[in-house]
């Protein structure tokens, strides 16, 4: 069901297009790097589709703001902003919860 209103730019939808844009940038990045590495072609053979569905993502958030759907951005949202807050999740507890090992061991 479109909503009148909601063909705009809203918050949610530019965090999520900034965080899609994000991925796809490092996963530009991680392609263009020079490697020796003998899986690369494994490497590569994941990071081409994983960047084709983020454009595809990028594309439908895109359709989806057009066309007023929100649940489709509320849904885009989410599949952008759970890496985000699971990865800051880990380096608080990484960084700031866990106890460091004592040595030597007692």
């Known amino acids: 069901m479109a909503d009148a ?3 705009r730019w809203n918050w949610m939808s530019i965090v999520a ?3 899609l844009a994000g991925y796809l940038g490092v996963a530009i990045w991680a392609l263009a790097e020079p490697s020796d590495d003998p899986q690369r072609g494994m490497a590569i053979g994941f990071i081409i589709p ?3 569905i983020l454009i595809t993502l990028e594309l ?6 057009v066309r007023g759907r929100r649940w489709l951005v509320w849904t885009i949202f989410i599949i952008a902003v759970v890496p985000a807050l699971l990865q ?3 380096m608080i507890y990484v960084n700031f919860l866990r106890t460091p090992p004592t040595w030597p061991p007692t």
């Open 60 to 65: 439908l958030l895109w359709r989806a703001v």
């Open 50 to 52: 994983l960047a084709l």
């Open 5 to 7: 209103n909601a063909n």
């Open 88 to 90: 800051t999740a880990e």
């Open 17 to 19: 297009a900034i965080l």
